[in-house]
């Protein structure tokens, strides 16, 4: 089959391209940075490799030839960001993925796998365990045009039968996680706890939210890449809420280093609590987060120790 993964390059694109590869599928990439290394440093078998824009269409199209499967996990904004340029989240992301839709619609591709965010796509939350029929009340850019690309999804399936799946996901994390980019914190906790750098925590570190490796989001998406499913919007993560002083003590007692903590002011855009129910999942995909946290974390370890 031939896949192509937009935003290829980036911390979930470069694991499932070395995944979808192992498994004997021709991998293309479309990334709008030009980041090799990462692709380098595994053996896969790519077929070819996109970098550009998303209103380049020449190159959209040329990216799309023969495709079947899309898995579409480009961002170019962060949750924490995303509220200062609303206008700049828009036009990059939804826009963008408005174009990757009718591009793909005009090429004939069969299906498109969207990574939406289980972390932000609920907003406040009415219980402490969301399924995905909880409602949706994103309170930040990121999370607003997550969703709306998911209704957008839904409305090119009821106007062209253009098969899709949403995973809904809550924080990966693992090997290729850039603890530079901003986004990941156990990533950056690593990273800092290695370098023996203060940690700046807003609030007293009791947000809780739920944590799975990356290896377990492959699996997920190497089942709806492969099979037909009887939803079309799925929670993928742990089921279990952990709190950034739970994360870093455990992270304290991989390394052996004690983490140097500063608490600094709570944010607005937080969420006390959330961690997602990952039910349909395990009763329609047959899957759950299997590799334990503690294990999880000391892969991630490994890999930001290699040289």
Known sequence: MVILIVGGTGFIGTNLAIGLARQGHSIRIFASQNDPNRLAREEVALTEVFFGSLDDAALLNAALRDVEVIVHLACSMIPQLSNESPATDVMENLVGSIRLLAAAKNAGVRKIVFASSGGTIYGPTESTLLTEDHPTNPICSYGITKLAIEKYLALYYHLYGLEYVVLRLANPFGEYQNPN???????????????????????????????????????????????????????????????????????????????????????????????????????????????????????????????
Not at 186 to 200: M, S, T
Not at 258 to 263: A, G, K, L, R
């Open 181 to 307: 980019r901003g986004q990941g914190a156990i990533a950056v906790f690593i990273n800092r706890v290695l370098k023996r750098q203060p940690i700046q925590i807003w609030g007293d570190g009791s947000v809780a939210r739920d944590y799975f490796y990356i290896g377990d989001a492959v699996r997920a998406f190497s089942y709806v890449v492969e099979r037909e499913t009887r939803s079309r919007i799925y929670n993928i993560g742990s089921g279990i809420p952990r709190t950034i002083n739970e994360i870093l003590i455990v992270i304290g007692n991989e390394t052996g280093i004690t983490p140097n903590i500063e608490y600094e002011s709570p944010r607005m855009v937080d969420i006390p609590i959330n961690f997602l129910d990952i039910a349909r999942a395990g009763r329609e995909l047959s899957w759950s987060a299997t590799t334990p946290f503690e294990v999880g974390i000391r892969q991630a370890i490994a890999w930001q120790q290699k040289p």
